[in-house]
């Protein structure tokens, strides 16, 4: 393929994908209810032959491989772009949409959802006192099979993946699934301007006006120069990972005893340390003290069994080595139950997550950074954007002291996280959301939860799209011009659910 050929194909291509752009967005019931299906991706419909790539050229000496400099075609121009569709992401994304904005969100996995789905978490915690997007997830998912307990919400993985589609499609997002972001371009004024991204179409470049890091590991702000923090401030390790499973062949009603929220007895401890002592009767001590199993649906049930310490989820041969580890663990862990006959007789593991949970990546400098006092306190702000009720929870960072979760250093109230701390300190055009927002190590370990995550997304989405369409950035953007938006969109939500 010629050099000209590849140019002015490339040029085509981002021809198609603006022109592609112009759909109004739909109401959600409608979309829902009609079943949207996912847009054609115009973008790919004038590039060359089926799988034609731009050759790499360069030089290699010993240990470095200086690769040449080469076009990338610029495939499409937006308001917004997010970055990662956890439920951090799905709620910017969707907010950003509904506020107006054109809104494309690129995500590395096969799904939309990150822990919820490629980490097949199945657990909604601090969800109750948040309204909009996550009130009407709970609604959505409650027609499809959810169980709402007093602070946490169980859903059916399969489930949550199909309602995510449907929602994003219902208010004109433009998904590109497969994609990971690897570079990110910044102008003369310090301001994030493109990203670059790797996927079966090869090296793709996207413009936007405000782009949204909800990667979890705050990947995009560290492609863009973004100072953050890691771990702990003694030793700078980070909470350890779990590997999903997902377990059929129960009866709900024989492991009522060993089941989170359906055993009667022993209070938060009591279902875990029962179905710890069953794993090691069936010869496998977990390497988390507290597993615990959650029951979905049906004979359908999850498991949180056990933990990876000192991975470190910015290296991908740990993160490897975590996950097989992990997997062969639970393995392990099941088929010991299974041979313990009797209630577990039938127990089967019919899929882990294809991500393995990280709890804990960067936190990013912001504007201001949620700390341990904050919590100490019950703090409020003026700017506002999440209330979070759920509690300090470091899991062990040292097997050694122990396995299960360490101490509180001090006793939490509900407080907020304002808008600030979901501004980047080093760079412009960038807003954070979810758990790689600027807190400190404790104040992260409470914050994390998917409710509040999704919390934050719809303020940075909607932030997002008022920075945008007023062609500022968010840094420059007074929270009070965004808070008509952002309340708007909650109250109408409000209204539907
Ligand atoms: C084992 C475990 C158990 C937990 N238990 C609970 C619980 O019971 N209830 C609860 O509410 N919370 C729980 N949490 C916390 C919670 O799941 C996370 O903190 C939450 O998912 C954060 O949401 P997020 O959107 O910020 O990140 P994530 O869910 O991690 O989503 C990040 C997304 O970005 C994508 N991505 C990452 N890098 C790139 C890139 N470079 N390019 C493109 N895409 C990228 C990822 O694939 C992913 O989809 C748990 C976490 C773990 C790990």
Redesign the pocket.
Known sequence: MSDRFTRRAFGQAAAGALGAFGAAPQLLAAAVDAKAEPATPAEFKNLPAVGSRVPTSGNFATGVFHEAARDVPIVEECDVIV???????IAAAVNAARAGAKTRL????GCL????T??A?T????YANKPGLMAEIVRHLEARYAQKHKGSVAYDVEQMKLLLEELVSAVGVRVQLH????AALKDKDNRLSLVVTESKSGRQAWKAKTFID????G?LAALAGCGFDYGSPDGGLAQP??L?ALLTGLKPEEVTPFTRELAESGGWAGPKDRLKAEMEKGGHSPSYAKPTMFHLREDLFAL?ANHEYGVSPMDAGQITAATMRARGELHRLVNGLRGLGGVWSNVKIVATGE?I???EGRRIRGLYEVSTNDLAIGVRHKDAVCRVTFGIDVHSTDPKKTKGIEAKPVKSRPYDIPYRALVAKDCDGLLL????ISGDFIAHSSY????N?VALGEAAGAAAAVAAMNSTTPRETDFEDIRPTWTRLQFEQAMKT
């Open positions: 970055c990662g569709a956890g439920p951090a992401g690129l995500e590395v996995h959802g990150g822990v919820w490629a980490g978490l657990w909604i915690l601090d994609t990971r972001v690897v909800c990667t979890g590991d990947d990972m779990s999903m949180m991500q949970g990280v709890r959301a979810g758990r790689c994390r939860v998917t409710g995550s």
